[in-house]
T-cell receptor
Framework: AQSVTQPDIHITVSEGASLELRCNYSYGATPYLFWYVQSPGQGLQLLLKYFSGDTLVQGIKGFEAEFKRSQSSFNLRKPSVHWSDAAEYFCAVLRGSGNTGKLIFGQGTTLQVKP | DAGVTQSPTHLIKTRGQQVTLRCSPKSGHDTVSWYQQALGQGPQFIFQYYEEEERQRGNFPDRFSGHQFPNYSSELNVNALLLGDSALYLC??????????????FGPGTRLTVL
């Protein structure tokens, strides 16, 4: 069965430092992969997605992610974290075809930013 | 352009009661998916509605049911509430386009507490 694992439940970084959030997936074919962010009281906002092609994808708010098939990973990165990036981050994989697919989410990583 | 809206924002019920949550999709969208997000967990897919029918269902008991109206809005009903049903319920909408991925836009959620 498809699954998504986010090994880090909680991460703390200093403002201005770089960030990498890990995501591993299990899926037989080329997956559709996503990163979402959830701030308190807010719904999920899509940061970026990977379907095919260039394995390094750019998203909103200065985030990027790299798809590595050999490692079954889709890690999220940001070169310099801002205090406003503190939130919950979810990696997800699409199960099923595009128009009927459902998202399978990881457990999430809580990002805390120190001033 | 209004995004996905959900009502109510918060709800408190007691065990055994029934609850109805409501969702209005983003303007122009015709497909609604519901997710349950327990505290400290990633969202889990409940079901998806398209053309007023349940098109796909996750691993949830029959106590969870839904409906989609001609204006594409949707309701999630949960009967015989259990303490374990306490969660944030997220609604996501998308526009059906066959043969391609249909990005899901999430609402802010309804926080259900079962006492």
């Amino acid at each position: 069965a498809q699954s998504v694992t986010q090994p880090d439940i909680h991460i703390t970084v200093s403002e201005g430092a770089s960030l990498e959030l890990r995501c591993n997936y299990s899926y037989g074919a080329t997956p559709y992969l996503f990163w979402y962010v959830q701030s308190p009281g807010q719904g999920l906002q899509l940061l970026l997605k990977y379907f095919s092609g260039d394995t390094l994808v750019q998203g909103i708010k200065g985030f990027e992610a790299e798809f590595k098939r050999s490692q079954s990973s889709f890690n999220l990165r940001k070169p310099s974290v801002h205090w406003s990036d503190a939130a919950e981050y979810f990696c997800a994989v699409l199960r099923g075809s595009g128009n009927t697919g459902k998202l399978i989410f990881g457990q999430g990583t809580t990002l805390q930013v120190k001033p | 352009d209004a995004g996905v809206t959900q009502s109510p924002t918060h709800l408190i019920k007691t065990r055994g009661q029934q609850v109805t949550l409501r969702c209005s999709p983003k303007s122009g969208h015709d497909t609604v998916s519901w997710y349950q997000q327990a505290l400290g967990q990633g969202p889990q897919f409940i079901f998806q509605y398209y053309e007023e029918e349940e098109r796909q269902r996750g691993n949830f008991p029959d106590r969870f049911s839904g409906h989609q109206f001609p204006n594409y809005s949707s309701e999630l009903n949960v009967n015989a509430l259990l303490l374990g049903d306490s969660a944030l319920y997220l609604c996501a909408s998308s526009l059906e386009r066959r043969g391609s991925y249909n990005e899901q836009f999430f609402g802010p959620g309804t926080r259900l507490t079962v006492l």
